[in-house]
């Protein structure tokens, strides 16, 4: 198997997604410290709140999309066709979402009370659903679009630092978030035009409901995944006070940014197992299996650093509003291998061989996990109560993705060839 572009697509997203570490690596403490943990809470309460819309919008397109679009780059028609009938189901989707969006912030008095704060980071998601990330990725042409999100958060760092001072700047780090996506996400569609993606944009309701029956299955693993992952400052903000949200947010914040340190890893391979899958099984598998030392190799190193340096992390990353941090982290450590070896066995895995709905039904009992335990921990532990819900929920995540691919002879390490059993 020759690696040589996986290798350079590989380097070159590392090398890129540094400004993607460095960025949040700079600008949490910053916020941290300027907002304090009432108005960073209400800031992360809002970013959880508006990525339901992102989800919905996305639908399954963030993997359904980049594997289609790996299988059928050799085909210059069927690609743009393809880019066209996902990005015009994406704006149906974004409007169904928005009108959604605002019914809520009417009728919800709880939501109601930061309204312009969320309707400020609603552009976030606008942003987001015009980026073609999926098509990028598809094609193993990431540095591209890597650049791009680079370039746009070095900006808007840049501007936070010029412009967001006190506490009462929240709306401002808000807009200024909003502004860095919807700029990303127009450029974004600007690099895609050689392949469709605005010059033969089409409102076809046919292709639309083809697309979407396409994406439902990993539509609703997203919207599992969100309920475990993204959403967790806002479940948290239901049952607990803004302080707590912000701390549990600025654990969580750190946490996530030693797994995103995994994430090149996961785009670089994805798109390469899902066309090996339909030409080499096993290699594929064989790929796979390295791809799962790696990355649980990495991903126990990053939760042992986080566990060891909890103390110093909150007391001098986040600030001394945030020393209570330091337990949360150490919950929230085991999360990283767990999600590395959840990544390998669902999406390097399951997802290539079109487990889709398998794959959708564990992530749905790891959402209701994380749902059932903030709903028992948080109303009286706060912000640990919900660190132990999320340790939860991974936990049994990989455990039934370990368990399903054993009975089918792909759990690595343990079957022999790469060919699936019913």
């Not at 460095?22 to 910053?30: A, G, M, Q």
């Not at 919008?57 to 780059?73: D, E, K």
């Not at 986040?318 to 291998?337: H, K, R």
Request: aromatic residues 10%.
């Amino acid at each position: 198997m020759a690696f040589g572009p996986i290798a350079r697509n590989l380097g070159a997203l590392y090398l890129l997604h540094g400004a993607n570490v460095v960025v949040p690596l700079v600008l949490i403490p910053y916020l941290t410290r300027v907002l304090g943990p009432a108005s960073y809470g209400a800031v992360a309460f809002g970013q959880s709140f508006v990525w339901f819309f992102l989800v919905i919008a996305n639908w399954g397109f963030t993997l359904s999309a980049t594997r289609a679009v790996a299988r059928s780059r050799d085909d210059p028609e069927a690609l743009r066709r393809l880019v066209a009938e996902v990005m015009g189901a994406k704006l149906i989707l974004l409007g169904a979402g928005f009108a959604l969006f605002l019914g809520l912030l009417v009728l919800v008095p709880g939501l109601r009370v930061h309204a312009a704060l969320h309707l400020l980071l609603f552009a976030t998601v606008v942003g987001q659903v015009i980026l073609p990330v999926w098509l990028f990725q598809g094609l193993e042409r990431m540095a591209t679009i890597t650049a791009l999100n680079a370039g746009t958060k070095l900006a808007g760092l840049a501007l936070t630092f010029a412009l967001v001072r006190a506490p009462g700047d929240a709306p401002i780090y808000a807009a200024l978030l909003g502004l860095q996506w919807v700029a990303a996400g127009a450029l974004g569609l600007w690099l895609a035009r050689p392949f469709g993606g605005l010059v033969r944009l089409r409102l076809d309701l046919a292709a639309t409901r083809r697309t979407l029956a396409e994406g439902w299955p990993l539509f609703l693993s997203n919207l599992a995944n969100l309920l475990y992952t993204s959403a967790n400052p806002f479940l948290l903000g239901l049952f607990a006070p803004l302080g707590a949200v912000g701390l549990y947010s600025g654990a969580e914040r750190v946490m996530f940014g030693l797994v995103s340190l995994l994430t090149p890893l996961s785009q670089a391979f994805f798109p390469r197992l899902s066309a090996l899958q339909a030409t080499a099984p096993a290699a594929a598998f064989r790929l796979a299996r390295r791809l799962l030392v790696a990355m649980v190799g990495l991903g126990c190193l990053f939760g042992l650093a986080l566990a060891l340096g909890s103390g110093p992390l909150a007391r001098f990353y986040l600030g001394p509003d945030f020393i209570a941090a330091a337990p949360l982290m150490v919950v929230l450590a085991p999360v990283i291998p767990l999600l590395a070896l959840i990544n390998v066995l669902g999406i390097q895995i399951m997802v290539p061989l079109g487990r889709d709905r398998a794959y959708r039904d564990i992530l749905i009992v790891m959402a209701a996990v994380n749902l059932a335990g903030a709903a028992l921990f948080a109303p009286g532990g706060g912000a640990i109560g919900m660190a132990i819900a999320v340790l939860a929920s991974v936990a049994a995540g990989a455990l039934l993705m370990a368990i399903y691919l054993a009975r089918r002879g792909l759990l690595p390490f343990v079957a022999e060839h790469g060919v699936p059993r019913p």
